[in-house]
Protein backbone atom coordinates (compact mmCIF):
# COMPACT_ATOMS: atom_id res chain seq x y z
CA UNK A 1 0.00 0.00 0.00
CA UNK A 2 2.74 2.17 0.90
CA UNK A 3 4.56 1.78 -2.56
CA UNK A 4 1.24 2.67 -4.04
CA UNK A 5 0.65 5.66 -2.36
CA UNK A 6 3.75 6.72 -3.67
CA UNK A 7 3.57 5.34 -7.20
CA UNK A 8 -0.36 6.61 -7.69
CA UNK A 9 -0.02 10.37 -8.30
CA UNK A 10 2.85 9.86 -10.41
CA UNK A 11 0.57 8.18 -12.92
CA UNK A 12 -2.24 10.60 -11.57
CA UNK A 13 -0.62 13.30 -13.46
CA UNK A 14 -0.29 11.28 -17.01
CA UNK A 15 -4.18 10.61 -16.71
CA UNK A 16 -4.80 13.98 -16.22
CA UNK A 17 -2.79 14.84 -19.19
CA UNK A 18 -4.37 12.27 -21.51
CA UNK A 19 -7.97 13.46 -20.33
CA UNK A 20 -6.89 16.93 -20.98
CA UNK A 21 -5.93 16.18 -24.27
CA UNK A 22 -8.78 13.91 -25.29
CA UNK A 23 -11.70 15.87 -24.36
CA UNK A 24 -9.84 19.16 -25.81
CA UNK A 25 -9.96 21.05 -22.37
CA UNK A 26 -6.42 22.21 -23.74
CA UNK A 27 -4.86 23.48 -26.74
CA UNK A 28 -3.70 20.24 -28.49
CA UNK A 29 -0.27 22.51 -28.87
CA UNK A 30 0.63 22.59 -25.59
CA UNK A 31 1.83 18.88 -25.16
CA UNK A 32 4.08 19.74 -27.87
CA UNK A 33 5.18 23.15 -26.42
CA UNK A 34 5.41 21.63 -22.65
CA UNK A 35 7.80 19.03 -24.46
CA UNK A 36 9.89 21.63 -25.89
CA UNK A 37 10.08 23.71 -22.57
CA UNK A 38 11.21 20.06 -21.28
CA UNK A 39 13.51 19.09 -23.82
CA UNK A 40 15.46 22.40 -24.63
CA UNK A 41 15.31 23.83 -20.78
CA UNK A 42 14.08 22.20 -18.28
CA UNK A 43 15.45 18.48 -18.82
CA UNK A 44 19.30 19.71 -19.46
CA UNK A 45 19.27 22.49 -16.62
CA UNK A 46 18.52 19.26 -14.14
CA UNK A 47 20.49 17.20 -16.11
CA UNK A 48 23.64 19.37 -15.55
CA UNK A 49 22.96 20.18 -12.05
CA UNK A 50 22.74 17.37 -10.60
CA UNK A 51 25.69 15.84 -12.49
CA UNK A 52 28.34 18.31 -12.26
CA UNK A 53 26.93 18.04 -8.45
CA UNK A 54 28.26 14.68 -8.39
CA UNK A 55 32.34 13.61 -7.82
CA UNK A 56 33.98 12.03 -10.76
CA UNK A 57 34.29 8.40 -9.52
CA UNK A 58 30.40 7.93 -9.23
CA UNK A 59 29.78 8.75 -12.70
CA UNK A 60 31.55 6.02 -13.97
CA UNK A 61 29.00 3.23 -12.58
CA UNK A 62 30.30 0.10 -14.51
CA UNK A 63 27.49 -2.94 -13.24
CA UNK A 64 24.49 0.25 -14.04
CA UNK A 65 26.21 0.37 -17.72
CA UNK A 66 26.69 -3.46 -18.63
CA UNK A 67 23.24 -4.21 -17.41
CA UNK A 68 20.59 -1.38 -18.84
CA UNK A 69 23.52 -0.50 -21.23
CA UNK A 70 23.95 -3.93 -22.38
CA UNK A 71 20.90 -5.38 -22.82
CA UNK A 72 19.42 -2.42 -24.61
CA UNK A 73 22.34 -2.73 -27.44
CA UNK A 74 21.74 -6.12 -27.64
CA UNK A 75 18.18 -6.30 -28.48
CA UNK A 76 18.67 -3.14 -30.41
CA UNK A 77 21.12 -4.70 -32.78
CA UNK A 78 19.62 -8.40 -32.44
CA UNK A 79 16.22 -6.78 -33.48
CA UNK A 80 18.29 -5.10 -36.76
CA UNK A 81 19.77 -8.11 -37.76
CA UNK A 82 16.95 -10.56 -37.49
CA UNK A 83 14.33 -8.53 -38.94
CA UNK A 84 17.30 -7.72 -41.89
CA UNK A 85 17.57 -11.96 -42.10
CA UNK A 86 13.92 -13.15 -41.75
CA UNK A 87 11.79 -10.28 -42.72
CA UNK A 88 13.97 -9.20 -45.57
CA UNK A 89 13.53 -5.65 -44.18
CA UNK A 90 15.68 -2.79 -45.74
CA UNK A 91 18.30 -1.29 -43.70
CA UNK A 92 17.02 1.98 -42.35
CA UNK A 93 13.26 -0.16 -41.56
CA UNK A 94 15.40 -2.65 -39.79
CA UNK A 95 17.15 0.07 -37.85
CA UNK A 96 13.62 1.94 -36.88
CA UNK A 97 12.31 -1.36 -35.84
CA UNK A 98 15.45 -1.82 -33.92
CA UNK A 99 15.25 1.58 -32.34
CA UNK A 100 11.41 0.78 -31.53
CA UNK A 101 12.18 -2.40 -29.30
CA UNK A 102 15.33 -1.09 -27.66
CA UNK A 103 15.42 3.20 -27.38
CA UNK A 104 13.76 4.05 -24.17
CA UNK A 105 12.14 7.79 -23.49
CA UNK A 106 14.50 7.91 -20.47
CA UNK A 107 14.65 11.94 -20.30
CA UNK A 108 10.41 12.51 -20.51
CA UNK A 109 9.26 9.47 -18.39
CA UNK A 110 12.06 7.19 -16.37
CA UNK A 111 13.70 10.74 -15.02
CA UNK A 112 10.55 12.29 -13.68
CA UNK A 113 9.29 9.02 -12.71
CA UNK A 114 12.39 8.68 -10.86
CA UNK A 115 13.00 11.71 -9.22
CA UNK A 116 9.22 11.71 -8.05
CA UNK A 117 9.66 8.83 -6.42
CA UNK A 118 13.18 8.80 -5.21
CA UNK A 119 14.43 12.53 -5.45
CA UNK A 120 16.71 14.21 -7.08
CA UNK A 121 19.04 11.39 -6.59
CA UNK A 122 17.45 9.70 -8.94
CA UNK A 123 18.23 12.17 -11.75
CA UNK A 124 21.94 10.37 -11.98
CA UNK A 125 21.10 7.07 -13.26
CA UNK A 126 18.49 8.29 -15.55
CA UNK A 127 20.88 10.84 -17.23
CA UNK A 128 23.68 8.06 -17.59
CA UNK A 129 21.13 5.84 -19.23
CA UNK A 130 19.54 8.96 -21.52
CA UNK A 131 23.59 9.18 -22.54
CA UNK A 132 23.15 5.75 -23.63
CA UNK A 133 20.34 6.07 -25.42
CA UNK A 134 21.33 8.87 -27.25
CA UNK A 135 24.88 7.10 -28.53
CA UNK A 136 22.19 4.79 -30.07
CA UNK A 137 20.23 7.32 -32.00
CA UNK A 138 24.20 8.05 -33.06
CA UNK A 139 24.60 4.89 -34.42
CA UNK A 140 21.27 4.88 -35.90
CA UNK A 141 21.37 7.95 -38.04
CA UNK A 142 24.68 7.07 -39.07
CA UNK A 143 23.59 3.40 -40.47
CA UNK A 144 20.53 4.83 -41.82
CA UNK A 145 22.85 7.68 -43.36
CA UNK A 146 24.83 4.86 -45.19
CA UNK A 147 22.00 3.08 -46.39
CA UNK A 148 20.27 5.82 -48.68
CA UNK A 149 19.73 5.52 -52.18
CA UNK A 150 22.35 5.41 -55.07
CA UNK A 151 25.10 4.01 -52.49
CA UNK A 152 26.35 5.81 -49.19
CA UNK A 153 25.71 9.26 -48.60
CA UNK A 154 27.86 12.08 -48.88
CA UNK A 155 29.71 12.70 -45.87
CA UNK A 156 28.72 16.09 -45.57
CA UNK A 157 24.57 14.71 -45.12
CA UNK A 158 25.94 12.36 -42.86
CA UNK A 159 28.20 14.88 -40.45
CA UNK A 160 25.00 17.11 -40.50
CA UNK A 161 22.56 14.17 -39.02
CA UNK A 162 25.66 13.90 -36.39
CA UNK A 163 26.24 17.27 -35.52
CA UNK A 164 21.65 17.29 -34.78
CA UNK A 165 22.33 14.90 -32.76
CA UNK A 166 25.83 15.68 -31.01
CA UNK A 167 23.94 18.98 -30.20
CA UNK A 168 21.04 17.46 -28.52
CA UNK A 169 20.28 19.45 -25.23
CA UNK A 170 19.61 16.29 -24.05
CA UNK A 171 23.27 15.06 -24.39
CA UNK A 172 25.14 18.12 -24.34
CA UNK A 173 24.02 18.80 -20.70
CA UNK A 174 25.36 15.46 -19.39
CA UNK A 175 28.43 16.08 -21.07
CA UNK A 176 28.89 19.26 -19.57
CA UNK A 177 27.81 18.32 -16.20
CA UNK A 178 30.63 15.59 -16.63
CA UNK A 179 33.34 17.78 -17.55
CA UNK A 180 32.46 20.14 -14.72
CA UNK A 181 32.36 17.26 -12.25
CA UNK A 182 35.92 16.40 -13.43
CA UNK A 183 37.09 19.65 -13.30
CA UNK A 184 36.26 19.77 -9.68
CA UNK A 185 34.40 23.36 -9.73
CA UNK A 186 32.12 24.26 -7.62
CA UNK A 187 28.59 26.43 -8.82
CA UNK A 188 27.67 29.34 -7.77
CA UNK A 189 24.76 29.71 -5.15
CA UNK A 190 22.64 31.50 -7.41
CA UNK A 191 23.37 29.32 -10.78
CA UNK A 192 22.09 26.16 -8.00
CA UNK A 193 19.29 27.89 -7.29
CA UNK A 194 18.44 29.12 -10.93
CA UNK A 195 19.06 25.56 -12.06
CA UNK A 196 17.06 23.87 -9.24
CA UNK A 197 14.00 26.13 -10.32
CA UNK A 198 14.60 25.21 -13.59
CA UNK A 199 14.55 21.72 -12.71
CA UNK A 200 11.75 21.65 -10.27
CA UNK A 201 9.37 22.46 -13.15
CA UNK A 202 10.35 18.83 -15.05
CA UNK A 203 8.72 16.29 -12.95
CA UNK A 204 5.07 17.43 -13.90
CA UNK A 205 5.44 19.21 -16.91
CA UNK A 206 6.70 15.72 -18.90
CA UNK A 207 4.70 13.10 -17.09
CA UNK A 208 1.82 15.76 -18.03
CA UNK A 209 3.06 16.23 -21.35
CA UNK A 210 3.04 12.44 -22.25
CA UNK A 211 -0.18 12.14 -20.83
CA UNK A 212 -1.70 14.50 -23.62
CA UNK A 213 0.91 12.81 -26.32
CA UNK A 214 -0.90 9.59 -26.15
CA UNK A 215 -3.55 8.69 -28.71
CA UNK A 216 -6.25 5.77 -28.97
CA UNK A 217 -6.73 4.66 -32.32
CA UNK A 218 -7.59 2.10 -34.61
CA UNK A 219 -4.20 0.05 -35.28
CA UNK A 220 -3.81 0.58 -38.80
CA UNK A 221 -0.83 -0.99 -39.57
CA UNK A 222 0.66 -4.63 -38.83
CA UNK A 223 -0.65 -4.91 -34.95
CA UNK A 224 1.74 -8.23 -34.51
CA UNK A 225 4.19 -6.17 -35.20
CA UNK A 226 2.79 -3.56 -32.73
CA UNK A 227 2.60 -6.37 -30.06
CA UNK A 228 5.90 -7.74 -29.84
CA UNK A 229 7.61 -4.80 -30.39
CA UNK A 230 5.32 -3.59 -27.32
CA UNK A 231 6.03 -6.59 -25.56
CA UNK A 232 9.95 -6.77 -26.18
CA UNK A 233 10.32 -2.86 -24.73
CA UNK A 234 7.94 -3.45 -21.68
CA UNK A 235 8.97 -6.68 -20.29
CA UNK A 236 11.22 -8.59 -21.79
CA UNK A 237 14.31 -6.10 -21.79
CA UNK A 238 13.53 -4.68 -18.01
CA UNK A 239 13.53 -8.75 -17.34
CA UNK A 240 16.72 -9.11 -19.10
CA UNK A 241 17.81 -5.52 -16.61
CA UNK A 242 16.73 -7.33 -13.93
CA UNK A 243 18.66 -10.56 -14.32
CA UNK A 244 21.90 -9.02 -14.88
CA UNK A 245 21.39 -6.04 -11.66
CA UNK A 246 20.42 -9.45 -9.33
CA UNK A 247 23.55 -11.22 -11.12
CA UNK A 248 26.14 -8.12 -10.93
CA UNK A 249 25.06 -7.39 -7.49
CA UNK A 250 24.24 -3.72 -8.06
CA UNK A 251 23.11 -1.32 -5.25
CA UNK A 252 19.71 -1.53 -4.62
CA UNK A 253 19.28 2.41 -6.21
CA UNK A 254 20.90 1.77 -9.23
CA UNK A 255 19.38 -1.56 -9.85
CA UNK A 256 16.12 -0.24 -9.21
CA UNK A 257 16.29 2.79 -11.57
CA UNK A 258 18.63 0.42 -14.49
CA UNK A 259 15.04 -1.85 -14.16
CA UNK A 260 12.51 1.51 -14.73
CA UNK A 261 14.67 2.76 -17.48
CA UNK A 262 14.63 -0.10 -19.36
CA UNK A 263 10.95 -0.53 -18.81
CA UNK A 264 10.52 2.95 -20.24
CA UNK A 265 8.01 3.10 -23.49
CA UNK A 266 9.90 3.87 -26.99
CA UNK A 267 11.19 7.37 -27.23
CA UNK A 268 9.63 9.61 -29.32
CA UNK A 269 12.59 10.52 -31.38
CA UNK A 270 12.16 7.22 -33.04
CA UNK A 271 9.07 8.63 -34.76
CA UNK A 272 10.89 11.99 -34.93
CA UNK A 273 13.75 9.47 -37.13
CA UNK A 274 11.20 8.13 -38.86
CA UNK A 275 8.85 10.33 -40.57
CA UNK A 276 12.45 12.55 -41.82
CA UNK A 277 14.46 8.94 -43.63
CA UNK A 278 10.77 7.84 -44.23
CA UNK A 279 11.00 4.59 -43.23
CA UNK A 280 7.60 3.14 -40.91
CA UNK A 281 6.44 6.58 -39.76
CA UNK A 282 3.18 5.05 -39.14
CA UNK A 283 3.97 2.52 -37.56
CA UNK A 284 6.80 3.98 -35.37
CA UNK A 285 3.85 6.59 -34.21
CA UNK A 286 1.15 3.77 -33.65
CA UNK A 287 4.03 1.93 -31.56
CA UNK A 288 5.07 4.65 -29.69
CA UNK A 289 1.28 5.48 -28.80
CA UNK A 290 0.63 2.16 -27.83
CA UNK A 291 3.62 1.28 -26.06
CA UNK A 292 3.06 5.25 -23.52
CA UNK A 293 -0.24 3.53 -23.13
CA UNK A 294 0.62 0.11 -22.00
CA UNK A 295 3.44 1.60 -20.15
CA UNK A 296 1.42 2.91 -17.54
CA UNK A 297 0.48 -0.29 -16.56
CA UNK A 298 3.04 -2.46 -16.87
CA UNK A 299 5.73 0.86 -15.17
CA UNK A 300 2.84 0.29 -12.32
CA UNK A 301 3.71 -3.11 -12.07
CA UNK A 302 7.24 -3.16 -12.17
CA UNK A 303 7.47 -0.83 -9.36
CA UNK A 304 5.67 -3.00 -7.26
CA UNK A 305 7.47 -5.53 -7.82
CA UNK A 306 10.38 -4.03 -7.20
CA UNK A 307 9.44 -2.20 -3.95
CA UNK A 308 8.91 -6.06 -3.22
CA UNK A 309 12.51 -7.07 -4.44
CA UNK A 310 14.62 -4.07 -2.91
CA UNK A 311 12.48 -2.53 -0.27
CA UNK A 312 15.73 -0.24 1.09
CA UNK A 313 15.82 1.85 -2.16
CA UNK A 314 12.16 2.80 -2.00
CA UNK A 315 11.51 5.68 0.41
CA UNK A 316 9.60 5.35 4.04
CA UNK A 317 7.61 8.00 3.66
Not at 14 to 43: C, M, Q, V, W
Not at 169 to 186: C, K
Not at 231 to 246: F, G, H, N, R, S
Request: net charge neutral.
Amino acid sequence: MQSANLLLPIFAIILTGFITSHYKLLPEELGDALIRFAFNIGLPALLFLVIAQESASRLLNVAFLASFGGSTFVVFFATLFLTRALRKASVGDATILGLLAACSNTAFVALPLLKAVFGHEAVLPAAIASVIMMTMVLIAVVTIERSQPNGRSEPTTIWSSVRHVLLNPLLLAPILGVAFAIAGWELPVAAVDYLTLLGDSVTACALFAVGMSIRLRGLKTSASTILWLTITKLVVIPAIVLLLVQLTDLDPFFAVAAVVCAAVPAAKVVFVLAAKYDHLKELSAETVSTGTLVSTLTLFLWLLALSQLYPSAFPTH
